[in-house]
């Protein structure tokens, strides 16, 4: 699959678990990315093993702990975390990965990405569903045009 079908089949899944939101919500990422997946209508889990409540809602250690069979993992960890939660991943059966990734390495791994690519699950390497979701933001929009013309979409 190229880039943008991966990002559609991403989009596409309704259950979505949300690696790396922070208890300060204001320089969090993932943080972000939750509000925006909740406010489109998406069934989002929180991860993160230091909270028990982000955002108002009740959030899981791990993937593990989720009653809910999930479909997607968004990754907005350390990269030092990556790994794990791809390992997470595996054993919960999701089907597709992305790691958020622009200007830098964000929480991109190559062992992660890797690992995950060696035991099937779809993965996208960089980006933010921030740039594609229904009613993006026009920086976001800008982002992803100069990433994907300077070929910074995989």
């Known amino acids: 699959m190229n880039y943008e079908q991966k990002v559609s089949e991403f989009l596409n899944q309704k259950t979505i678990a949300i690696a790396g939101v922070s208890r300060n919500p204001q320089t969090a990422v993932g943080n972000a990315i939750y509000k925006k997946f ?6 989002i889990f929180p991860i993160n093993p230091h909270a028990e409540i982000i955002e108002e ?3 899981y250690p791990n993937l593990k702990s989720i009653p809910e069979k999930v479909d997607a993992v968004f990754i907005a960890t350390s990269p030092a975390v990556s790994t794990e939660i791809v390992k997470q991943s595996i054993d919960a059966g999701v089907k597709t990965i992305w790691f958020h990734r622009s200007i830098g390495n964000g929480s991109f791994s190559e062992e992660a990405a890797k690992l995950g690519e060696e035991n099937g699950l779809s993965v996208i390497r960089s980006g933010c569903p921030m740039m594609f979701i229904e009613n ?3 920086g976001h929009k800008i982002i992803g045009f100069f990433m994907k013309l300077f070929g910074k979409l995989k």
Do not use: E, S
């Open 38 to 43: 909740k406010d489109n209508g998406y069934n």
């Open 57 to 59: 809602n009740k959030c």
């Open 136 to 138: 993006a933001d026009f």
